[in-house]
């Protein structure tokens, strides 16, 4: 059983820079595709950004490509998210998940089999 821990989140002015972890135990973490979605008040739980277990490929949504970027290091078990250009649309509770799952489904919530906690991010002046 792998155990997400997420922590970074919190509150930043328009245009500011987060960095949100996720730290795994539990499990083989290398070998586990993980991801980031969110979840915005009123809305359904989207995709983010993912990093597959295989190539280390990346892929992020249209929407934070260019200002966000997902991270591994399997070393330390752990993955990371920095935001940069945060815009407050991007306010939403961010998770952290991983699973064993190919590259063409890892922008699919359905597939990962464990999630963090969650954690707020608001971006607000």
């Known amino acids: 059983q792998v155990q997400l821990v997420e922590s970074g989140g919190g509150l930043v002015q328009p245009g500011g820079s987060l960095r949100l972890s996720c730290a795994a135990s539990?499990?083989?973490?290398?070998?586990?595709?993980v991801g980031w979605f969110r979840q915005a008040p009123g809305k359904e739980r989207e995709f983010v950004a993912a990093i597959t277990s295989t190539t280390g490929s990346a892929i992020a949504a249209d929407s934070v490509k260019g200002r966000f970027t997902i991270s591994r290091d399997n070393a330390k078990s752990t993955m990371y998210l920095q935001m940069n250009s945060l815009k407050p649309e991007n306010t939403a509770v961010y998770y952290c998940?991983?699973?064993?799952?190919?590259?063409?489904?890892?922008?699919?919530?359905?597939?990962?089999?464990?999630w963090g906690q969650g954690g707020q991010v608001t971006v607000s002046s």
């Open positions: 998940a991983a699973g064993r799952i190919r590259t063409y489904y890892a922008t699919n919530q359905g597939y990962y089999d464990y």
């Open positions: 539990g499990g083989t973490f290398s070998s586990y595709t």
